[in-house]
């Protein structure tokens, strides 16, 4: 049964805590998922139809914020505010739901866009399914349709982002019926099961509609594809790269660039922090999952993951801070001299302390079995004296082959002239691997992508950060070099409509031919700053 609870407005913040808003009302969905999945589906479009009609014919906005996890710009003051932090609904579907000759039916779900990716990965992964998502982010915190939507992704070598696991969506508009899109390239329920629900449309727009933005209307639930569960080992370790190590990589060559270690075993997933201020040579930090071959389920699994760059910075940040105070005036600084917060900022150094804290927890447990849940963190940010400390968080997507080339000029961009840096020391470069997405916006848009993170010390930290304004350099010195590169839609997108085009050419207009064919005289419903910015919205 679907119920979406109406509440006063109020004040909302995002989950990094770098966009506060107003709302003049709320509305929680709430989802108890009966076990008639064609009927519970129904039943749920009728409430979100009347609930989007509503809003509508009041001339209102509408905005859905899942977990809250995109540092987008969601939404407008004084929007309806959509919460879906109940809206778990995960249905098995029957015999009668299926195509002929559709195999491997046990590992098709049903599941609202709502559901939070740790219940989704804690259903897959009950005894007797033992099924798993193929890839995720390095957090499970996000909703699906939050992490779908944004192209999120989690760099298994072999996988794009998590959209690779939807076979179809359902889409919910205010006008009409609800609206089915399925992949054309994976057939897989009956056009007459569906039509209990929703209408069947044109799968030519499903690629357009995969990664959403939030500007496909409300995105109630997808058809997703798991995979049997797998395991892997993990390694933490740092190392100096070998002279060859860009090489390597750039041609896919990943066992060779690990060296030994790998003894000439593909990893299937792969991440190293450079430290940006240290210049090549240096000791880098790796975190590698080999896969566990095994004929059945291991007995003894290993613990929970939760150690990330992410949480490390938090943490770091907030000892670093109180260790400020200990230090009367910073010496043999490279930074201005007049850059006071600056210098202070480069007593905490970010780098430093992540490296410390990464060495602290290096392991080599690659005979220790773990599932994609075990390897993937819940979020739980760190607080000092109950006041939380938060990150920055922007990635961008460039070429694999051109790497290098990246990385030379952010490591000389970080290192500065003549021994003075434009930057203090408040963030590190993350480099992840991925394929190219199948979505008309996905940000992976090359066939082979490296993605950069640059993670550090947040917009709102007290004595304020370098970490946007290094993001912003980036961009500006890639685009003199003529290197193409997307940025990440849910993590801090520097972008405007003018870049997104440049970007993305003729897929914009696809987008929005998409968005107005699906959502017609509703579209100024679903909304926001960032469509707005992205020249993705209305004219």
């Known amino acids: 049964m679907t119920e979406v609870r109406k509440h006063f407005g109020g004040g909302w913040i995002n989950e990094h805590r770098s966009i506060a808003k107003l709302h003049r009302r709320k509305a929680a969905l709430h989802e108890t998922a009966g076990d008639n999945v064609a009927v519970e589906l129904a039943a749920r479009a009728q409430a979100l139809q009347d609930f989007i009609r509503s809003e509508a014919g009041k001339d209102r906005e509408l905005c859905v914020t899942g977990s809250g996890w995109s540092q987008s710009d969601l939404y407008h003051n004084f929007s309806t505010l959509m919460t879906t932090d109940d809206d778990e609904g995960i249905w098995e579907l029957p015999a009668e739901a299926f195509r002929e000759g559709v195999d491997g039916r046990r590992r098709y779900v049903m599941v609202t866009g ?77 056009d007459e099961w569906i039509e209990q629900f929703a209408s069947v449309g044109d799968s030519a727009m499903f690629a357009d509609a995969l990664v959403h933005l939030g500007g496909m209307g409300f995105v109630s639930a997808y058809l997703i594809e798991a995979v049997d569960e797998f395991y892997c080992g993990l390694i933490k370790r740092a190392r100096v790269l070998p002279d060859n190590w860009f090489e390597l990589v750039e041609q896919g060559r990943f066992a060779e660039a690990m060296g030994e270690i790998a003894d000439d075993a593909k990893p299937h997933y792969y991440e ?69 917060e600056g210098r202070i900022r480069d ?106 993170n640059i993670d550090g010390l947040p917009k709102n930290f007290i004595l304020g950060t370098d970490a946007p304004l290094a993001a912003e350099r980036l961009q500006h010195l890639l685009k003199k070099a003529g290197i193409s590169f997307s940025m990440h839609w849910g993590k801090d997108a520097q972008m405007n409509a003018k870049a997104i085009r440049e970007q993305y050419g003729t897929r914009v207009d696809r987008y929005r031919a998409t968005r107005d064919a699906v959502l017609g005289n509703n579209a100024e419903v679903f909304i926001s700053p960032a469509l707005e910015q992205w020249g993705l919205g209305e004219d």
Not at 140 to 147: M, P, R, V
Not at 386 to 393: A, P
Not at 405 to 433: C, H, L
Request: charged residues 25%; proline residues 4%.
């Open 272 to 340: 190293l922090t450079f430290d940006p201020f240290d210049g090549f040579g240096h000791e880098v930090c790796e975190t590698i999952w080999f896969e566990y071959e095994t004929d059945a389920k291991p007995e003894n699994l290993g613990g929970q993951v939760n150690r990330t760059t992410l949480e490390a910075i938090s943490e770091k940040g907030a000892t670093g801070l109180i260790g400020v105070t200990k230090h009367h005036e910073p010496e043999n600084n490279p930074l201005p001299a007049e850059d006071l």
């Open 347 to 452: 007593l905490i150094d970010v780098p430093q302390q992540i490296f410390d804290d990464f060495r602290e927890n290096a392991c080599d447990e690659r005979d220790t079995p773990r599932t994609l849940s075990q390897l993937t963190a819940e979020w739980h940010p760190h607080r000092l004296m109950n006041i939380r400390v938060d990150v920055y968080n922007a990635a961008l997507a460039v070429p694999r082959e051109r790497l290098g080339e990246v990385m030379r000029i952010a490591m000389d961009m970080a290192e500065g002239e003549g021994n003075i840096r434009q930057f203090s020391k408040d963030f590190v470069y993350t480099v992840r691997f991925a394929e190219k997405s199948p979505a008309t916006m996905g940000f992976l848009r090359f066939d082979h992508n490296a993605i950069i």
């Open 114 to 190: 709502g559901t939070k990716i740790h219940a989704l990965m804690d259903w897959l992964g009950r005894s007797g399914r033992d099924l798993s998502l193929r890839t995720a982010g390095s957090h499970k915190g996000q909703s699906l349709a939050g992490i779908v939507g944004t192209g999120s992704h989690g760099s298994t070598l072999d996988e794009t982002g998590c959209e690779t696991h939807i076979r179809g969506m359902i889409l919910s508009r205010g006008h009409a019926r609800d609206l089915w899109l399925g992949s054309p390239d994976h057939q897989v329920l009956r």
